[in-house]
């Protein structure tokens, strides 16, 4: 049997990544284990599948921003997701790359604004699915969690350094706007299920858009 497209989800760890694949699927009930409460909990490649699912959801394991995580640790886990998506991002119609609204800042601040030396995880994971062309949509995530002005002071930041690295970003605002070529975002709440309809909707859009 052939296996279903895979919809990859991707982010540092702690961001909600586990919340929202239980947004995802028909029966989250099915879905073995518990949503994360510790950075780092989720450390194995998930494969998840459901029926009456048209694909099938691809948890990458969490990285970054894990306490008590030897640097060896680290990169370990870095290198098998680098090494999953190299080898199946042609069965992928669609990555989420999830942000923890909460971490924009000081994930900027750490390791684009104090050290331009280094590169911050989400645009260095960006860049990586850009240079295999496969369709990418951000998720911030969490924005239940700050007020209106916090959020926007975030976002923009994060839209700022992004055109430093030369990634268009474009906040999504109807169906017809996406493209391959173009990244965009949209706010999130797993906790409130805010924008999950919109999120849906371009998951169903890029799954068609792989089939036609």
Excluded: W
Excluded at 67 to 73: D, L
Excluded at 85 to 94: A, M, N, R, S, V
Aim: proline share 4%; hydrophobic share 40%; charged share 25%.
């Amino acid at each position: 049997m052939q296996e279903k497209p895979i919809l990859l989800i991707i982010g540092n760890s702690n961001v909600g990544k586990s919340s929202i694949t239980r947004l995802l699927v028909p029966n989250p009930k099915l879905l073995k284990g518990k949503t994360g409460k510790k950075p780092g909990s989720t450390l194995l490649i998930r494969s998840i599948f459901q029926p009456n699912m048209q694909y099938q959801i691809v948890d990458l394991p969490g990285f970054g921003y894990i306490k008590h995580s030897s640097k060896r640790r680290e990169e370990h886990i870095k290198r098998r997701i680098i090494g999953y998506i190299e080898k199946h991002h042609q069965d992928c119609f669609l990555a989420l790359i999830i942000i923890n609204i909460l971490r924009i800042e000081d994930e900027i601040q750490k390791y684009y604004i104090d050290n331009q030396t280094t590169i911050p995880l989400s645009f260095e994971l960006i860049n990586f699915l850009r240079e295999l062309s496969l369709p990418i949509l951000i998720v911030i995530n969490k924005i239940d969690k700050v007020s209106n002005l916090d959020k926007k002071k975030s976002i923009l930041l994060f839209l700022e350094t992004s055109r430093d690295y030369n990634i268009p970003l474009s906040e999504f605002k109807n169906i017809t706007d996406l493209s391959i070529n173009f990244i965009n975002y949209i706010e999130f709440s797993a906790l409130k299920k805010t924008n999950l309809h919109d999120l849906k909707k371009i998951i169903k859009y890029f799954l068609i858009t792989r089939d036609s």
